[in-house]
């Protein structure tokens, strides 16, 4: 587990987005796990600049999203695939037919999150997967008590989220109480993960997640089983780990090992 906490968020985004343009440029079909939310958008943003301006190519990069609603068309401004177009899609070369996201229309869905993981596996595994995390632990929308084996499926948000997701819809609309998500084994299946947490509101998520029991109660600790894990905080998410000074101390060596290139 590597944690840098971080002076800004642009800071984080920066160092999330350079893990993405150095695997691409190694690797032009990278397979990119993505997630939604506040969190990421940092993140594209860098990643659309690098395109318009330097004109890197996104035309063979896969692309797995995480999670999405159910019940909400995919033309919904609210829907996940809405959300991606407008911050990312929109402004990249990744042809439509490489962008996958979990089943969530018509019926026989349980078929369909089995066919969207075998997707998955014959794109050869996702290279690097995004997360933000909830203010309960959730990753994708794995909420507390899910199964850490767990794999796509159809999920039940909790209160806690749908009071977190009512600011995004008008009076008298209904959020969507379920959505299909990627499981928590299938997050673990990824090569690399880049964690992004910002704002008090995450504290004490990221303190489960990082110093916590392994416990489905706060499903971000499950990223203490996976070996490649970066952590990128601000200040005020990382405010409860108790090693907070270790960990500055270890990515500050890293840092230095890097550019000695011992590393
Ligand atoms: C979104 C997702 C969620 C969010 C989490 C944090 O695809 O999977 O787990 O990452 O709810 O959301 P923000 O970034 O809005 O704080």
Redesign the pocket.
């Known amino acids: 587990m590597r944690i840098a906490i971080c002076k800004t968020n642009s800071e984080a985004a920066a160092l999330g987005a350079a893990e993405i343009l150095t695997a691409l440029r190694r690797k032009p079909d990278l397979v990119l796990g993505?997630?939604?939310?506040?969190?990421?958008v940092g993140i594209y943003q860098i990643l659309i600049r690098a395109h318009r301006n330097e004109g890197l190519d996104f035309s063979r990069v896969r692309t797995f999203?995480?999670?999405e609603y159910l019940g909400l068309g995919a033309t919904h401004p609210q829907s996940?695939r809405a959300f991606m177009n407008r911050h990312l899609f929109d402004e990249l070369n990744i042809p439509p037919e490489q962008r996958h996201f979990p089943p969530t229309e018509g019926d026989r869905l349980e078929e369909k999150c089995v066919r969207f993981e075998e997707a998955i596996r014959a794109a050869g595994g996702i290279d690097i997967q995004l997360?933000?995390?909830?203010?309960n632990g959730?990753?994708?929308?794995?909420e507390p008590t899910s199964s850490l084996h767990s794999r796509t499926r159809v999920k039940t948000l909790t209160p806690k989220?749908l009071r977190?997701?009512a600011r995004f819809y008008s009076d008298g609309e209904r959020p969507p109480q379920t959505a299909v998500?990627m499981g928590i084994g299938t997050i673990l299946d990824a090569r690399r993960i880049v964690l992004?947490?910002?704002?008090p509101?995450?504290a004490d998520a990221i303190h489960a997640a990082v110093e916590g029991p392994l416990s489905s109660f706060w499903p971000g600790s499950a990223l203490q089983l996976h070996p490649d894990v970066l952590f990128l905080l601000d200040e005020e998410a990382a405010s409860r780990l108790s090693m907070r000074e270790y960990y500055r101390q270890a990515w500050a060596n890293e840092e230095e090992m890097r550019k000695a290139g011992v590393l």
């Open positions: 993505l997630a939604t939310g506040s969190t990421p999203n995480l999670d996940y997360l933000g995390i909830g203010r959730h990753i994708g929308f794995n989220t977190d997701n998500t992004q947490a910002f704002g509101p995450k």
